[in-house]
């Protein structure tokens, strides 16, 4: 089993062409905001590469929640945002949720012919690497960034799961707080913190919330 850390849709793409299991990293917010989401009873979350995309996907869903972000602020006429505490604090039970944001869901559509995605993140990066783990394949962990840029969460959190997988007996080399302080320099708190959604920013630095592991089946994220 090899593991392999890329960025953006370029690395997506690559880890496509060679077979890969893949790991989308969106850590601020998607991949918390996706298990939040189904930690809330959501039944299906299908990601959107852009709010067009949306917008087709309803016609077929038409009984869909509608939801996004751009600069961290809902997407106008959309039903709910892309944020983890808004997703805990809604009941979901049984809802088919359409996502375009600004980042991860479109990581996620650029690697639809992959033959394994899952979601992970800070919030459920253990049970991440216990099922790729009995899964034995080629690994890629995709980290989203931010507008074509890497930032340092989602890079932490490659490392984090990479490390997880290969090498789960000994201790990461930044502790969970060093890890903490060093995402609070990145533009995506920044702009979550302007936003006032401090809030989120702590389900998304909290380790191992969540046992749950999204699986996306070429259209939408499920629970196996």
Known sequence: MEVR???????????????????I??????????????????????????????????????????????????????????????????????????????????????????PLVVMGGFCNASSVAEFLKGRNMDTSIICSGRLGEEVIEDNLCGEFIKHLLMSPSKPFRLSKEEIEEACLVSPSYEMLSSAGLEGDFEKCMSFDSHSLVPVFDSEAFTLL
């Open 5 to 23: 850390i890329e960025h953006g849709i370029s690395g997506a793409e690559l880890a496509v062409s060679r077979g890969d299991a893949i790991v």
């Open 25 to 114: 990293v969106d850590a601020i917010r998607a991949s918390t905001t996706y298990v939040t989401a189904f930690a809330s009873g959501a039944d299906r979350i299908i990601p959107c590469s852009s709010r067009k995309h949306l917008a087709e996907k309803y016609e077929d869903y038409p009984n869909s929640l509608k939801c996004g972000e751009r600069l961290c602020k809902k997407i106008e006429g959309y039903d709910l945002g892309s944020s983890p505490v808004e997703m805990a604090g809604t009941d979901l039970t049984g809802k088919v949720l359409l996502s375009s944001t600004t980042n991860g869901s479109r990581m996620v559509v650029a690697c639809r012919d992959s």
